[in-house]
């Protein structure tokens, strides 16, 4: 079954973070992507811009509207995913909790609902 695992921080946790620190958590990052991909979990893996680089898009009545960033009133915002093959839930979990960003943020777990054509 396939599971999307949202990476959600606090930007201002990494932006605390000294070059060395970061660089650590970067390559711990790709290594566990590489272990994901090497086990048969891995889907796929990105990593977000910050949220000052979004655009919220919305249509109603038929006209589009464009506004900048999401203004959700949190803290965390999402940094990134990983889109995972997992036998069930509990595989879900486990693999998130590898996940290195899991230490200075959440990982949001979430089922992919699939859609077949009629």
């Not at 949220?51 to 506004?67: F, H, I, L, Y």
Request: with cysteine; proline share 4%.
């Amino acid at each position: 079954m396939k599971y999307l695992c949202q990476v959600w921080f606090d930007g201002a946790v990494l932006d605390a973070m000294t070059k060395e620190e970061k660089a650590a958590l970067d390559a711990n990052s790709l290594n566990y992507d590489k272990d994901l991909a090497e086990s048969g979990h891995m889907i796929v893996a990105q990593a977000l811009q910050p949220p000052t680089s979004a655009v919220t898009v919305r249509v109603r009545s038929g006209e589009t509207s464009v506004t900048d960033g999401p203004f959700a009133e949190t803290k965390e915002a999402l940094g990134g995913f990983i889109l995972i093959d997992a036998k069930d839930l509990n595989d879900a979990i486990r693999i998130a909790a590898g996940i290195p960003l899991a230490k200075f943020g959440a990982i949001e777990v979430r089922p992919i609902h699939e859609l077949r054509a009629q």
